[in-house]
């Protein structure tokens, strides 16, 4: 305990010592000892002092205020740290030095190490304090308080816990505890769902584009709209909730029925340890995530979690590949997954052809010629993938099916909209409308028609109507921008598409265009020819391409080739005395993708170079043509991903919807997890170089260990966990620096001014993900900048189940458990992989801390071999995968994340019990230390804290039959269990 001038005492303030006899725990049962009244000024210039405990109330034998025992007290106080301050020496500070007393009473040999409770407080962290003399004695020694950076600004509600342990090399270990709620936790989800709503304003406006269609196919496209307004509904509304929510910063477990908050992680925290063992000159920190299970309680299970809904969702695939008997067949019931990626493939290389062009427009304003004709080299290589994205057979199947059974339109001279009374009025809104379209079966009709209805049973503020930042359009400016934006890339209602053959051409003719100008302004440009802008690889359609053989559904050529130009891109090329920073280019374009030199040199003409002419002037032109032509093309591509859309099966269609509503809620508590992890270690540590060259050549390893029983609703929540875990392999992470300046291919990052930390900024689509990560001045100092370096990465995500509660022990008697063995095996796998990648690796050689006693570093191989060993032996409760395989992730320098169904109390024993593994394989705790570790941490430490916040509890959700169920290490020390509510 501390005594601090702050909290209002000093020299002549008496300190009452009170003693009890705590007879049963979980009861509180206890009888009082003695009691004590020592004066703080006596203590003051004292290290160590045995005082006389006397009793209160006389005892069998005894005579009242009789002396029933000793109480020694050391005490110290803390010396400011003159040295300066690294990750484990103090910062200094200006306050007052407190008092700290350490308690032992002398009737009770048993104690648990010397444990130090010591409340955090500005005034306690620039200090550290002499040894005890109740320990043998060292000349110089001095207890670290370790550094933690920028540790407020991510985190809130910290809890600490101290800890001193015995070591087997006599020495001591001292810890620090801490457990903290996530800032993320209600923030980052918002920008998931803007996004989300976004896509799904996308498909809506890609399905009012198609214009009145004849039956039945306009009974399918108006229930398409009503599932597209109905989701947009609900995430607005659940944005709105995170957006307005006040309270405290994680997820009650208790709450994880309601679906006001499902897109947020069920009781995430931090749960940090920094160990300090002198003897062996090491400390570190070490971090776990921990959480409840990603799953979408509120929705139910009646499905069987998303993996289940999955397989049922591939088995409409199945039946149809069977009903129709060939691949090509096959291929065309799965065109709707070919035009989408078509759709995002078209929107990524748009955006990269319009940032050259705007690099392009700004040296001619500069008249700058040196570097232009690469730009437009770049510009011409990925017109050729742009052009060779979409299959003309589906474009044409498309038009052919539009041509027959789209309605004959007539457009009104005028047409009005009148929005204003819409969703603003406490009354039924009143419409006044004339959507343009002569029809009664009109599209847009319809979608009024039902925002209408819906607002009408609300009786209030419309759902769709938002305020938040970022919210994009309402329904009805999504309706009035069909009538009113001529620059929409869509389709309107009325108008007629584009001939593909048109498209190309328009294509090619502005890339010549382009070239031509550029040779005539700068003397050098590319070397195009009108037929080498033709698709790379679509000399045959994928319809012919099937039918002469080859079984592949969807060609991954384009997107390879996207993928080798886009990867390589990593820095702006520009003349002297002009700094290009306004998008980072790659203009070193693989001969694999590039062919041969393609530039060639022209004689530049005496017209162009008088002074005074705008040569911005002279190639808007063609850039502007440029820009319209790919507008067509994604409209095209467009149009036809809505026709094969509303040709999918119903039932597929429906059940297509369910999987994305869950899917999506699923993966945001994965992600936000993750993110959380990834901004703590890049934030709240001392920048680690090794860590960074990992994360920047191969990709983090962020290992998910789950205390699922897979049986009942817990085995959905196994399967929502798998599918949400595996969904994080496609998101790219990209390190920026936080004042703005960016590391890779992204638009300049800009915090929210409104957040006082800086808030990763997601951006893509669902399929193409991408999340900015800020890091700190000294981060990106760090980060590798060179031509075969990225500041881009893919973690690798490993997820381990076991169950070990009573349920459990029922399921791996009676039920199968193929589905968990054979998940565990398919990420052994994965995990063998990455070691694979990571020993290919040139890491830079550790300094080796250690003056004495030694010993090797484990040998990471071996671990995997008896991780292997454990997978195969099928042991009942098999919990040593679990701990092997955070061994290795430790060795590899990788993050850990670990949950159950409430990240409460399985999650509780998992986190102690990692956190006492730690201590004995890394800072040499004593054998014998080893259980009282355990349950001290368990007992005292920062869970218990967690279970009431939770459930207003000091107690673990466990019951006697439950803890005799757990495996022996997991079992929570008596007295510590025994709530109900989880």
Known sequence: ??????????????????????????????????????????????????????????????????????????????????????????????????????????????????????????????????????????????????????????????????????????????????????????????????????????????????????????????????????????????????????????????????????????????????????????????????????????????????????????????????????????????????????????????????????????????????????????????????????????????????????????????????????????????????????????????????????????????????????????????VKSFLDSPSSNYYRPSEEPEPWDLTQLNIEASVISLNSKVISLAGQGANISFSSLRPIQRAQSVKTQLNSGSPKVISDSWRKSLREESSSSTTTSGSKGGKLSLVPLNLNIPSSVAGPDTTKSFPVPSTVSKNGEDWGEELRASLKKLRLAMDGLLKTSRLAHSIFRLQENAEKSQLGYVIKYRRDVCFSQALTCLVTALMGRLWCRKPDPSFLYVMTRQGPLVTFHSYLTYLSDEASMFWDMKVAIEDLKSVEFVLTLQSGRRGEDETDFEPNPRLPFPLPKVSGSRSNLKILLPVPDGVFAMLPMGSSRSTSFVVTPVFLNIGINENASYAERFKSMESQEKSNHDNYSRLLDYHRQYQSLSLPIKYNNSKRNSTPEPNVPRLLDMLHEELLAKKKKNVEIIHLSATITRLMMGLRLTSCKSGKDRTAMAATLEQVQILSQDYDLAEHEFQLALDAMRSEGTRRENTLKNIGQRKYAFNSLQVFALPKVYRPPPGTFGATTT
């Open 1 to 478: 305990m501390s005594f601090r001038e702050s909290d209002g005492v000093c020299e002549q303030s008496d300190a009452r010592f009170t003693i009890f006899n705590v007879r049963e725990r979980m009861t509180g049962t206890q009888t009082m000892i003695g009691h004590l009244i020592v004066s703080l000024g006596s203590l003051k210039n004292i290290d160590r002092i045995r005082l006389p405990i006397s009793s209160s109330s006389p005892h069998p034998g005894s005579t009242p205020h009789s002396h029933v025992g000793f109480l020694s007290i050391v005490v110290w106080n803390l010396e400011r740290e003159e040295r300066g301050s690294t990750e484990s020496t103090p910062c200094r500070a200006t306050a007052s030095q407190p008092t700290h007393i350490r308690r032992h009473h002398e009737g009770d040999e048993k104690t648990v190490g010397d444990m130090i409770h010591i409340q955090p407080s500005p005034s306690s962290h620039g200090f550290s304090h002499r040894r005890t003399q109740s320990l043998p004695p060292r000349l110089g020694y001095k207890l670290k308080i370790p550094l933690q950076n920028n540790f407020g600004i991510l985190y809130s509600q910290p809890f600490m816990q101290t800890y001193r342990f015995h070591s087997g090399l006599g020495g001591d270990i001292f810890v620090h505890e801490i457990m903290a709620e996530s800032k993320f936790s209600f923030l980052f989800p918002q920008q998931l769902l803007s996004l989300w709503i976004a896509e799904e304003k996308e498909l809506l406006q890609e399905m009012i584009g198609l214009g009145e269609l004849r039956e039945p196919w306009h009974t399918k496209q108006v229930k398409l709209l009503e599932r597209h307004l109905w989701l947009i509904n609900v995430y607005t509304q659940a944005r709105n909730n995170l957006f307005h929510y006040k309270g405290t910063d994680f997820k009650l477990s208790s709450t994880k029925f309601d679906s006001t908050y499902e897109f947020v992680p069920l009781n995430l925290h931090l749960q940090r340890m920094w160990a300090q063992n002198e003897s062996l000159h090491k400390n570190g920190f070490h971090d776990i995530i921990t959480t409840g299970a990603y799953t979408a309680t509120s929705q139910g299970f009646q499905q069987g979690g998303l993996g289940r809904m999955l397989n049922s969702y591939k088995q409409f695939d199945s039946n149809e590949k069977t009903n129709l008997k060939t691949h090509s067949a096959w291929y065309l019931a799965n065109k709707v997954n070919m035009t989408y990626e078509s759709v995002q493939g078209i929107k990524r290389l748009r955006k990269e052809i319009v940032e050259r062009m705007q690099v392009i427009m700004k040296l001619a304003k500069e008249r700058k010629t040196h570097g232009l004709h690469r730009f437009v080299e770049d510009i011409y290589h990925r017109c050729r993938l742009l052009l060779s994205i979409c299959d003309q057979s589906l474009i044409e199947e498309a038009f052919d099916f539009l041509e027959h059974q789209k309605v004959t339109l007539s457009i009104p001279t005028s047409t009005s909209v009148d929005f204003d009374a819409l969703g603003r009025s406490s009354d039924a809104p009143r419409l006044i409308i004339d959507e343009g379209i002569d029809t009664p079966n009109s599209p847009l009709r319809s979608v009024v028609e039902l925002f209408k209805k819906r607002a009408e049973a609300s009786k209030e503020v419309s759902s769709s109507e938002d305020h938040t930042p970022d919210s994009g359009l309402g329904i009805e400016d999504v």
